[in-house]
């Protein structure tokens, strides 16, 4: 069973500038969320799709969005980039028909704006 | 609001036992977690114990709760170098919220 892949890896932006990062989950899990990591404030919650429906929202301003396909394949979006975004953007899914509890993560998408 | 609070450091000898800890101020958590995460890795999980369990045991790991003081464990028997990483604490009030991590204790093995 394939793993969580969020896509890409690495990505270098400039102030300003707008991103995309993508989050496949594990096949079958219906809930998609999101974290930045960064090592000042470490791991908070963005957001999380369940069924292409935004079910729970962070304390992160309206540059920051998402939203979930049919396949349950996620993407975040951050517009107007700063400086302080640079982190690393982490996806977790979960929710299959054995355990709506166990959450696994993507090896994320490190984001260094310039 | 909800809090998890976790040591920063933890330094052991390969092959002794590594316990690191963890306390948490909600006391509607329903499942709480245990993560690791190498370098420039996403994270992994280890474990997750309910909070009507005392102690879950998976090889070389065991998770104590102690449900009166938001206490929770993570001992590692017989740690080993590959064992040298961040692990982070989370927990959530149900299925459908959230996870709230801790800032993570990175443990270093000495070899």
């Known amino acids: 069973k394939a793993g969580v892949t969020q896509t890409p890896r690495y990505l270098i932006k400039t102030r300003g500038q707008q991103v995309t990062l993508s989050c496949s989950p594990i096949s079958g899990h219906r809930s998609v969320s999101w974290y930045q990591q960064t090592p000042g404030q470490g791991l908070q919650f963005l957001f999380e799709y369940f069924s292409e429906t935004q079910r729970n929202k962070g304390n992160f301003p309206g540059r920051f969005s998402g939203r979930q396909f049919s396949n349950s394949r996620s993407e975040m979006n951050v517009s107007t980039l700063e400086l302080g975004d640079s982190a690393l953007y982490l996806c977790?899914?979960?929710?299959?028909?054995?355990?709506?509890?166990?959450?696994?993560f993507g090896q994320g998408t490190r984001l260094t704006v310039v | 609001g909800e809090d998890v609070e976790q040591s920063l450091f933890l330094s052991v000898r390969e092959g002794d036992s590594s316990v690191i800890n963890c306390t948490y101020t909600d006391s509607s958590s329903t499942y709480l977690y245990w993560y690791k995460q190498e370098p420039g890795a996403g994270l992994q999980l280890l474990t997750y114990i309910f909070s009507n369990m005392d102690m879950k045991q998976d090889q070389r790991l065991t998770v104590l709760l102690n449900k009166k003081d938001k206490h929770l464990s993570l001992r590692i028997a017989d740690t080993q170098t590959g064992d040298s990483a961040i692990y982070f604490c989370?927990?959530?009030?149900?299925?459908?919220?959230?996870?709230?991590f801790g800032k993570g204790t990175r443990l270093s093995v000495i070899a």
């Open positions: 977790a899914s979960s929710g299959d028909r054995v355990s709506l509890t166990e959450a696994f």
């Open positions: 989370a927990e959530r009030h149900s299925g459908n919220t959230p996870l709230v």
